[in-house]
């Protein structure tokens, strides 16, 4: 399936904005395009060209990134509308949660702004669970 113009724009639009963050945050740290390549593995010209949004960062890159300016890998997959591997991951091997997305997903009763709310509950749900020791042990147990 050809992309249409439109997504594409939108595409590169995002990869910009993308790329000024990044741009941001090697400022921030006072490191040179050479610096930030070598230690995250590629060359100071490909940063660039990522850095200008005419590059999409790989999976990879992306994650290394994210590390590397202490920023949240989520949120930098999120700028360019990918999903991070180990997600993807998680989603192919768990049916669970394959089964609880697609119901949500298809449920037409829902409208999107309650199913934004639900997972945000699901995820403060997985947050508190994991606050209180994963459930596995009962207070006061052996």
Known sequence: ?????????????????AGEL????????????????????????????IERGLKLPSDILISKLARFYEMDETELFHKYR?????????????????KTLLEINKNKNLTEEQKHKLYDKLYDIYKDFVNKGGGGQEEGGS
């Open 1 to 17: 399936m050809a992309i249409s113009a439109r997504d594409k724009a939108e595409q590169l639009l995002r990869q910009a904005e």
């Open 82 to 98: 990918k999903i991070p591997l180990p997600a993807i991951e998680e989603l192919e091997k768990n049916t669970a949660l394959q």
């Open 22 to 49: 990044l741009q941001e945050k090697r400022a921030e740290k006072g490191c040179s395009l050479a610096q930030v390549g070598e230690i995250v593995g590629c060359s100071p010209t490909y940063l660039s060209e």
